[in-house]
């Protein structure tokens, strides 16, 4: 593989986003529509046969001897959120890009056929919705739910899918069956910053941790902020704030576990300088791969909200948003992939993925896994994301070697 | 004094007010220089002389036997903020007139003066300045201040006083002398929960405090919530969340002063669901009329913003965004209200007021003294603000007996 090339392959990418900070990519747009087919160009020059399907992901195939057997699949996005960096999505796609390069230019060739996917929408920045390219491939999309879908322009789903020559009322023929699949592989940057600050190259994706997501609720009394002594009040403020420290500390708890919890909106009322708060309003967002876990945290803010509540005078009420449930690797695969690294004498790390991912869809029908590479200061959806061609020629070594092994050279 | 002309005085007063939930007449209004004219009226009716002064200030004037004694005085406002309740300042004007029919009945004459003072514009709400009416009488009103003065719909100070016949280039006119006051005593609403929680009928209001309020800005890390361990983050909600709580266990800890913390205003960034918050922003305003009391509380809030600041990371700056001096109300008028309420085996409670008052411009040139009558639920400035006439009489009785003790009854 060619380190030139795949700085070259991001360049050319990279040029294809509307104007804006960073990459300005987003799903279904005209620009993300001639950006796919650009990567469509490319995987047929190395004589893929490539197709999109009725959801607008692009699968490009590389036959293999024994081609009827069950595929064996990589592939990540290129849509991108508003102001993106150039590496979410875009780095598993140009990655496995130049792994196909290399295996044409070796004169490899496989069992197994071997397949690229660039799946359709994997960010909510545009529709609200998330992974919808995966979620139709996996069977998984509600079609009440996509017809429903706007962006911030009242361009409809539906618009978006017809300009892209698409029927949204076609797209649960994208849907595909389990056994047409062998396993499924996504090389992605990590998006946090254990890789980096633990001097590690590579992260062995064990699992992908999924959100309970909660709206709480406070409610205390309006009084003014000069005549109202401390102890007669019922300060909303103040019982969110004791709620948001209670979260930090059942996850700080569960360090081990590799559990997240965090108040990423807090709002209050009525907002005065001299007005004791009446109302906070708090979304909750708590994460982890192991179920358990997760649970204890959501127990501990249940008691805390009751424990404040009673404390303070204050009505407090939580709301559940949402609760998925966490999505485990393929044990086979994540043991595969560590042999791999070792093979090579490339340092790896067991690893959750707090961010979910394509790949989430996929485990669901297919043995999955993912390979992590290094994102420095752990940012992303941000114009500074990086991760250097080095490390992520590292993480391409391991997604070459893995789809070998499954693939079964020949 | 009578019950139902007291009812009926608040009535009237009452019919004049903008549309809207509860009263609204904004100081300078139309409505409100109609209300004047109306109390105007009332005043003559009972053979006072009135002047309106050159800040809008209503002066009426009940002669003395020995006319050129200096002046007792009363009095308090009838200018409202929105959406208001019908007692705050109105309390204070409307007792006062009841005082002076019932002297007029009773056909008593006093040595000294007795004047009825309504103050222009005591509430900030329309011009973001409040007791502009008292600041000028004693000499306290900057005029390039009051120039930059402009309300939310673009209409500046000075178009306002020409719309009411006055001339902001002479409000410095409406400035009057020490030595034209004997002394000065306002009736008011509690506008918090004391007297009623209590059970007591007067509150004799020995101090009026002064806020320090501080703007506090919390800066930390926009990280992604799902990919960052909870031991990498600098969340800025939770630096602001300990600070609020700081500020209520400094204050807590001065509950035997009265001094008050509140943090009325907090907001974070982005305020997004699935980020760790990157900043935020506080408005603390400490009160207490014990000058080291409050100042222990601003050392606190120091202390807390530098220990958190280290301890999770964040870079906190605070700034002073205003800090009065407290106000002492004179010694011996304040023995004499005690000795008033004593007399007449009226309930008595010694207490601070939280809430800046025009009595604070007052105090600082003539001695000056404020009673308190219950409000219910500590409300106020709220449609739901609430005094019943019983126990507005009862404060009328006292302030009726102070001014006659201070006028010298002949």
Not at 135 to 145: F, I
Not at 171 to 185: I, P, S, T, W, Y
Not at 241 to 250: D, H, K, N, P, S
Not at 285 to 310: K, M, Y
Request: glycine fraction near 8%; aromatic fraction near 6%; charge should be negative.
């Amino acid at each position: 593989m060619k380190l030139d090339r795949l700085r070259q392959s991001f360049k050319e990418l990279g040029a294809f986003t509307d104007k804006g900070e960073g990459i300005n990519r987003l799903a279904y747009t005209e620009t993300e529509r001639r950006a796919r087919q650009h990567m469509i160009r490319q995987f047929e020059q190395i004589g893929m046969t490539v197709r999109t399907d009725y959801a607008g992901n692009v699968i490009a195939r590389r036959d293999g001897k024994q081609d009827e057997l069950p595929v064996v699949a990589t592939g990540s996005h290129i849509d991108s959120v508003y102001a993106a960096g150039e590496f979410d999505g875009t780095a598993g796609v140009l990655a496995a890009l130049e792994v196909m390069r290399s295996l044409q230019e070796e004169g490899i060739e496989t069992r197994h056929p071997i397949e690229v996917i660039i799946f359709a929408c994997e960010e909510s920045a545009r529709f609200g919705a998330s992974t919808l390219g995966s979620k139709a491939m996996s069977g998984r999309l509600d079609p009440a739910y996509t017809r429903s879908l706007t962006d911030k322009n009242g361009v409809t789903l539906m618009q978006a899918f017809e300009d892209n020559g698409l029927n949204l009322e076609e797209v649960h023929l994208a849907m595909r069956f389990q056994d047409e699949f062998k396993a499924f592989v996504e090389l992605h940057i990590e998006q946090g910053p254990v890789l980096e600050k633990q001097g590690t190259a590579v992260g062995v994706v064990s699992a992908i941790a999924a959100p309970a997501r909660y709206h709480v609720h406070v409610g205390g009394t309006a009084d003014h902020s000069g005549t109202t002594p401390m102890d007669y009040r019922h300060d909303a403020l103040l019982g969110g704030a004791e709620i948001a420290l209670a979260v930090e500390q059942a996850a700080l708890a569960e360090l081990e576990y590799g559990t997240v919890g965090t108040v990423g909106v807090f709002s209050i009322q009525p907002g005065a300088m001299n007005v004791v708060p009446s109302a906070a309003e708090l979304d909750v967002d708590i994460r982890g791969t192991d179920t358990e876990s997760r649970q204890r945290v959501v127990t501990a803010l249940e008691q805390a909200v009751s424990r404040i509540a009673e404390a303070r005078g204050l009505d407090i009420w939580m709301d559940e948003i949402s609760s998925e449930e966490p999505v485990q690797m393929d044990e086979d695969l994540v043991e595969e992939l560590k042999a791999v690294c070792e093979e090579r004498g490339i340092t790896w790390l067991e690893m959750a993925s707090g961010a979910g991912h394509d790949t989430m869809n996929m485990a669901r029908f297919c043995p999955a896994c993912m390979i992590f590479v290094p994102s420095k200061d752990g940012l992303s959806h941000n114009p500074a994301e990086y991760t250097s061609m080095e490390q992520l020629l590292t993480g391409a070594e391991v997604l070459r070697d893995l789809l070998l092994k499954q693939a079964v050279v020949c």
